[in-house]
């Protein structure tokens, strides 16, 4: 008696760049699923997925311009969710890592979970890990503010200079509508955050605009620029904001003497 | 028969033998490997555009919606 396969899903990720940024785990799951669904959004990513397992269905046919990317991203996870619900051993794979800035993997991830049914997330090589290594920039060095651009501007969130800004998806600052493909609309919300800004760093405080490297014939895009040049900048899609930390701040003496520590302890200690 | 750019550019990524001689002479890494004249012109004229346009489609990466 033959007994009906279990659908189940695996989420991975293929990394900012086209091949070198898979993890080995990442690659034995695409080979080995019966179907692997792709939103990775670069052909040459595409062509080594396909070559790990040809059975493979796009997902970016699913874009439109003029249509909400919340549409798209249902549309994109129920695709997913109904292969498993067929009873296939399915793979998701997406460009960075399948959890970072991705709505459609954590969506069809708790629907498979729901139906009571497998589903995992791997890990992968996000712009986040790629920005770290470019520009030098350890988070625990000042601690990090990581946020969306849109949603920092339309939510009541408080920015701490003293923290390294990183800003996500400056292409589409103050962008509400969910239906453009592009980073021609992001003027105002530029214009926005240069106000916000400038009245926590100075004119001249340096400010970086960066894009991950995604093909290996080019290295990543870096431009820094003053604060008060901001509102001019050219973003895309792909651009992340980033604003250095104004230095760290001063110690906080309730907390230390809390600890029962003073300032002269703790700095004795770092330099020992 | 001249290698396809495709080729050249997953095997760039994960060949650091490759990658470190394209960094020291891309175009003729790019002609050693075997690449057609036409591709090896578009490393030697930087044109990320046209491989852009051949291969990326930015309006297609996913972006998160959190507002």
């Keep these: ?272 | 028969m001249a290698k396809s750019l495709v080729d050249f550019l997953e095997e760039l990524d994960s060949n650091a033998k490759l990658k470190e001689a394209y960094l020291k002479d891309p175009v003729a890494t790019a002609s050693a490997y075997g690449l057609a004249d036409e591709d090896v012109k578009i490393i030697e004229n930087k044109d990320w555009e046209v491989v852009q346009k051949l291969f990326e489609g930015a309006g297609k990466s996913t972006k998160t919606i959190s507002y």
């Design chain 1, 1 to 272: 008696m033959s007994t009906k396969q279990q659908g189940s899903l695996v989420v991975v990720g293929t990394g900012i760049s086209v091949a070198g940024q898979m993890t080995l785990l990442t690659q034995s799951y695409i080979e080995n699923a019966d179907i692997v669904f792709m939103g990775i959004a670069n052909k040459v990513g595409e062509n080594v997925v396909k070559k790990l397992n040809p059975n493979t269905v796009e997902l970016d046919d699913l874009y439109q311009s003029g249509k909400s990317r919340a549409i798209t991203y249902q549309q994109m996870a129920d695709r997913i969710v109904d292969a498993v619900k067929a009873g296939q051993k399915v793979c998701a794979a997406f460009y960075g890592h399948p959890g970072v800035f991705v709505n459609p993997s954590h969506a069809a991830i708790k629907q498979v979970q729901a139906l009571g049914l497998r589903a995992e997330m791997l890990p992968g090589i996000s712009a986040e890990d790629c920005l770290i290594a470019d520009l030098g920039i350890d988070p625990a060095a000042f601690g990090c503010q990581s946020y969306e651009a849109t949603q920092f501007l339309f939510r009541d969130y408080q920015l701490d200079p003293h923290m390294t800004q990183i800003i996500w998806q400056i292409g589409l600052a103050g962008e509400a509508t969910l239906g453009v493909l592009n980073a021609d609309h992001c003027k105002a919300g530029l214009t926005l955050y240069q106000e916000i800004l400038l009245k926590m760093y100075p004119a001249e405080h340096e400010i970086i605009l960066y894009e991950a490297a995604t093909m290996p014939l080019y290295g990543p895009r870096i431009e820094r620029f003053a604060l008060s040049e901001l509102a001019n900048c050219q973003p895309t899609l792909i651009s992340t904001l980033v604003v250095p930390s104004l230095g760290l701040p001063n110690y906080h003496q309730g907390r230390l003497t809390q600890l029962g520590l003073t300032e002269e302890q703790v700095i004795s200690y770092r330099n020992t």
